[in-house]
């Protein structure tokens, strides 16, 4: 395990609240027996050293940040709800959110000082290493987003949706996400492209909410062999849970 002196993690908000909370102080400190797991590396090789000094590096300058406002819905009809006065449009997320009354809306990132260090990498092997690094920095961010949540607000129970993820929830859909973040790129230095991009690269939004079900947008994509799948694809559930479903239309 690399070491480093622990921080604490730094959270800001104002009283309101649906003002943003930013986490911007979260203790990195990579697990090196995992990594050599992903990455297949072997005691005693070269291979370690390299990936022991790139740690290295990447300990000393990695800053993995987050941010989540809660908002109150405040309307629903048939295929989008209407959050913070902002209209999201996805049949799937409005029937995910019937019942529910609070969301939080979510960015996680693993920092813009990585995302150049990662880049200036001229070694493929290295870059390589460089970017899993990245995308353990991220799943820290977002761990730490995710208790935050859970411990502040007593969410319990959670599932999240991020726009692109699906069909019926588009990478269009960030616009208005980042809309009701306020300025990610101020709060956590993490800025939308005209491209819908997210810069760093290795960053996450989406909505966190409660829910008794479990869900997953995995179970509604057919891609295999996806890296990143964290449920099996469910034939059946879009049928079963969204297309018939008989939603109200008012918040209660």
């Not at 970017?131 to 935050?148: D, F, N, Q």
Request: glycine share 6%.
């Amino acid at each position: 395990m690399v070491s480093r002196n622990q921080v604490g993690m730094a959270a800001r908000s104002s009283s309101s609240n649906s003002s943003p909370v930013v986490l911007d102080d979260i203790p990195f400190e990579p697990n090196v027996h995992k990594l050599m797991q992903r990455l297949r590396i072997k005691d005693g090789t070269r291979y370690l050293d390299r990936l022991m000094g790139l740690l290295e590096e990447a300990h000393t300058i990695a800053r993995p940040r987050a941010m989540y406002v809660p908002v109150y819905i405040d309307s629903r009809d048939e295929e989008s709800v209407v959050i913070g006065d902002v209209a999201l449009r996805s049949r799937i997320l409005r029937v995910n959110l019937e019942g529910v009354h609070r969301v939080f809306p979510f960015a996680v990132t693993a920092g813009n000082e990585l995302h150049q260090w990662m880049r200036a990498q001229d070694d493929l092997l290295l870059r390589y290493y460089a970017e899993v690094i990245g995308e353990t920095a991220l799943r820290t961010a977002s761990s730490t987003a995710k208790r935050h949540v859970t411990e502040q607000h007593g969410l319990g129970s959670s599932s999240t949706m991020s726009p692109g993820s699906l069909n019926d929830w588009p990478i269009e859909e960030q616009r208005p996400l980042f809309s009701l973040l306020g300025n990610p790129e101020e709060a956590i230095g993490l800025r939308l492209t005209d491209g819908l991009m997210m810069i760093p690269s290795q960053s996450v939004s989406g909505i966190r909410f409660p829910t008794e079900t479990t869900f997953e947008s995995c179970q509604l994509c057919r891609r295999e062999r996806c890296p990143s799948r964290r449920a099996p694809y469910d034939e059946g559930l879009y049928e079963r849970r969204y297309s018939g479903a008989s939603l109200g239309t008012s918040v209660s």
